[in-house]
Every structure is written in C-alpha cells, then in structure tokens.
T-cell receptor
C-alpha cells in the first residue's frame, strides 16, 4: 500500500527566505502522482502543486516548486521567498495502487517569522 | 463561482444524537469524499463515492453513513454509534478519475458533548 511520510512536524523560516518541506513515499507502482496541499488556520485544504511519476521536469507553480527525486522516492516542496501568509499546515499526498482516493501524510506546520 | 459548500461551519450536538453534515458541489465532479481530521493530525478517509447511488467505505467508516442521490450532493451522517465524533470534517470532490487532485470545501467543525 502507498505510504506518505512527512518527518518534520514543524518548521520555522524567516520571511523572504526559501524553505523545503520533506515528503517521502513508498510505492511499487510505476505510475503515480504526488500532490501538495496547504491548510491555513481557517481549515480549508488548498491544492498547491502536482508531480506525475513520468514527468521529466520538476513541477513549478509560482513560488512553489517540487524537488522530485524518483530514485530516493522523495517529493519535497520548496517555497521560495516565504511570506507571512505561508504560515500553515502543509500536506503531501499520493494515491494508492488501483483506483482509490488520495492518502495524506501527517503534515508539517510551517511558521514564517517576520 | 464553482466550488464546494459545507454547512454549517460549526455544529454542536448532544451525545446520542445523529447529526448530518451537508456537502454540495457545483464543479460537475463525479467523485466526492469525506475526511475526518483530528487536532494535529492528517486526514483520514471516511467514505467516498465515484458515481451517483454508489459509495465505498474508507479507513474509518464505522459510526458514519452517507448517501449519494444527486451528483452535486454527498451528505454525511454521524451516528450515535460513532464513539468519538468531535472532529473537523472535510468534504472534497474530483473529476471522474480518483487519481486526480481533489478540491476541498471549507469544513465543518463538529463538537459533541
């Protein structure tokens, strides 16, 4: 079964600095996808970025980029030029084998310091 | 604007009462999901539905029930059999394939005393 591991319960970053949030996954599938979501204190989950296992280039969406290292089974989220509004929980997710819904990691709480 | 609506935002109930949480989407998505989130934890899947009149149990379905009579609606009932119902409940939807990004509603915070 697919498994997502986020080893950093909490992270601090200075405003305007870059930060990397770790995510490793465990799969035997050849075709899979990795997703990152942001959850502000309001509670809503916001989809940030997606990386497919066959995508040759790392995904980027504005200040978000995904450092995808297939051999290491890692899909780390990089946030550049951190802003105070980036303070939130961040979840990594993937889908298990077969046609079943996403499974989520336990999340990393990011705090941006002015 | 297209999106997912959950109501109410906060819900309070006495122990022993069933309560139904609403989830409506106008994204024309086929699949819908219910997750539970406890403080400091990730999301755990309760139920999901890929088409109308069909749904599957997730990892923690005991004490919950759902229906999918319309494509747009996927209500969740928290029954009195759920031993620890106080939690944050998130509804989501996605296009036909489950192997796609899911879009979430704002959530309902349920407190049972």
């Amino acid at each position: 079964a697919q498994k997502i591991t986020q080893t950093q319960p909490g992270m601090f970053v200075q405003e305007k600095e870059a930060v990397t949030l770790d995510c490793t996954y465990d799969t035997s599938d050849q075709s899979y996808g990795l997703f990152w979501y942001k959850q502000p204190s309001s509670g809503e989950m916001i989809f940030l970025i997606y990386q497919g296992s066959y995508d040759e280039q790392n995904a980027t969406e504005g200040r978000y980029s995904l450092n995808f290292q297939k051999a290491r089974k890692s899909a780390n989220l990089v946030i550049s030029a951190s802003q105070l509004g980036d303070s939130a929980m961040y979840f990594c997710a993937t889908y298990p084998a077969g046609n079943t819904p996403l499974v989520f990691g336990k999340g990393t709480r990011l705090s941006v310091i002015a | 604007d297209g999106g997912i609506t959950q109501s109410p935002k906060y819900l309070f109930r006495k122990e022993g009462q069933n309560v139904t949480l609403s989830c409506e989407q106008n994204l024309n998505h086929d699949a819908m999901y219910w997750y539970r989130q406890d403080p400091g934890q990730g999301l755990r899947l309760i139920y999901y539905s890929q088409i109308v009149n069909d749904f599957q149990k997730g990892d923690i379905a005991e004490g919950y029930s759902v229906s999918r009579e319309k494509k747009e609606s996927f209500p969740l009932t928290v029954t009195s059999a759920q031993k620890n119902p106080t939690a944050f409940y998130l509804c989501a939807s996605s296009p036909a394939s489950l192997r796609r990004e899911q879009y979430f509603g704002p959530g309902t915070r349920l407190t049972v005393t």
